[in-house]
């Protein structure tokens, strides 16, 4: 891999180069049942071949009508219409009775508006009567009369969902509800996970950290755990010493095992024992960039090494989540198809004070909350340092501060990017600080 790609791209260049990665490689489709399609892309367009609702509906429970029967109708000059029949939902429309001229039949919430009827008077409207029904009020007469339309909800013939929708459980009730038990997808990206690091181990080996000779890899089960939210399935390979034959073989092994992305974690930084670039290099692998302007997380990059996208995430565990929440979660959203792959960017008030020196574009763990005004407002969840896990694990989003702000004030207003798994958003009493 040549030195002389970009050293260090600002943010907005480094996305675009990782998500460069992702262009015309989009994983083939698949059917699915759509009780087991939620988190996948579609790959084409559903057209419905019915339409929603089947035919014209009531909208309340009360009497359809013709609208020139109970128009001027109120408590002092009532209405008085003959009641023919009821309509029940479930009932089949062709064996209604025709609602003709000053008469009235029963009807339901989601029952099938019988022939003749153009309103629905609702049962509050009228005396509830089962032979002759008194009409005290004509303001269903105007607008739709409460009468849902055939097809108001999804049409016959049209597209109900474009490819690249993200199939969530409302999509899998809307899909059931035009009849179809299997959707074309694209099929979930395979990704593997290869780590280095002698300090390393796993929770196998729990007592040597007891004894303070060894730390736990947490990224061997934070990332993958990330990763598999965007929509991935994820191995995570053996962990690697920090010996270049050793991460050579296990970048070859997790390639020949037939990868759609290679992540790794670790190793790209420029210590004497960072072999990542080397290792891809001995694999014929070349490289777009191999860091870019950002805290946490400036020693990243990507590239192709066998036809195989890679990117190469920093060995801190909490630079690792920021990183892939920022640049791996996109890319293997855009692998799967889906549509909309980065993580959701709103403005936000920040309640703290927090210094940003370098040049950098600084992305801060915060956590948020909705204060009693409707404003969403941001607190920075624990210390900053790139080591300090539960600061990230409390935290919602990353407060993106630009290289050009050194400083951020009580009261600045920024813009967050949601973490991909951050939990729901619950108003909280927080009061704006006063700047010191």
């Not at 400036?298 to 990117?311: A, Y």
């Amino acid at each position: 891999m040549s030195d002389a790609a970009p050293k260090a791209l600002p943010f907005a260049d480094a996305l675009a180069a990782v998500l460069h990665q992702a262009e015309g490689r989009v994983m083939p489709t698949v059917e699915r049942p759509i009780e087991q399609a939620v988190g996948y892309a579609l790959a084409a367009g559903v057209v419905s071949r019915v339409a929603l609702p089947p035919w014209d509906n009531a909208g309340m429970d009360g009497y359809a009508v013709q609208r020139a029967d109970i128009l001027g109708a109120n408590s002092a000059s009532p209405r008085m219409l003959p009641v023919i029949g009821t309509s029940m939902a479930g009932a089949d429309p062709r064996a209604l009775p025709w609602v003709q001229q000053g008469t009235a039949l029963r009807i339901m919430t989601g029952a099938p508006l019988p022939p003749g009827a153009d309103a629905v008077v609702r049962v509050e409207d009228t005396d509830g009567g089962e032979k002759t029904v008194r009409v005290t009020n004509d303001r269903d007469a105007a607008g739709r009369g409460n009468v849902r339309p055939r097809g108001e909800d999804i049409a016959a013939g049209r597209e109900l969902f474009s490819r690249g929708t993200s199939i969530r459980a409302s999509h899998v009730g809307a899909l059931a509800s035009i009849g179809m038990q299997t959707v074309p997808v694209h099929r979930a990206p395979r990704v593997t996970i290869v780590s280095s690091g002698d300090e390393l181990v796993l929770l196998d080996r729990f007592d040597e950290v007891e004894m303070g000779q060894r730390i736990v890899s947490s990224s061997s089960y934070a990332l993958p755990a990330l990763l598999r939210s965007a929509g991935a399935e994820v191995t995570m390979a053996p962990l690697v010493p920090d010996t270049l034959p050793a991460l050579t073989q296990a970048l070859g092994d997790a390639l020949d095992d037939g990868c759609d992305l290679l992540v790794t974690t670790g190793g790209v930084s420029v210590g004497a024992h960072d072999y990542t670039r080397e290792a891809l290099a001995a694999l014929g692998g070349t490289q777009r960039f191999w860091r870019a302007r950002i805290r946490p997380g400036g020693p990243i990059g990507t590239g192709m090494v066998r036809d195989v996208p890679w990117i190469g995430l920093p060995g801190n565990p909490v630079s690792t989540m920021v990183t892939a929440s920022l640049f791996a979660w996109p890319l293997i959203r855009q692998l799967g198809g889906h549509l909309r792959v980065t993580p959701l960017r709103v403005p936000v008030r920040m309640l703290d004070a927090a210094d940003t020196p370098a040049p950098l574009t600084y992305f801060l763990r915060v956590s948020l909350a909705v204060d009693p005004e409707g404003q969403l407002v941001a607190r920075l969840s624990g210390a900053q340092g790139s080591n300090l896990l539960r600061a990230m694990a409390m935290a919602d989003a990353l407060l993106e501060v630009p290289e050009s702000i050194d400083h951020v004030a009580p009261g600045a207003m920024l813009r967050a990017i949601l973490l991909p798994d951050a939990p729901p958003l619950v108003a909280a009493p927080y009061t704006l600080q006063t700047p010191a």
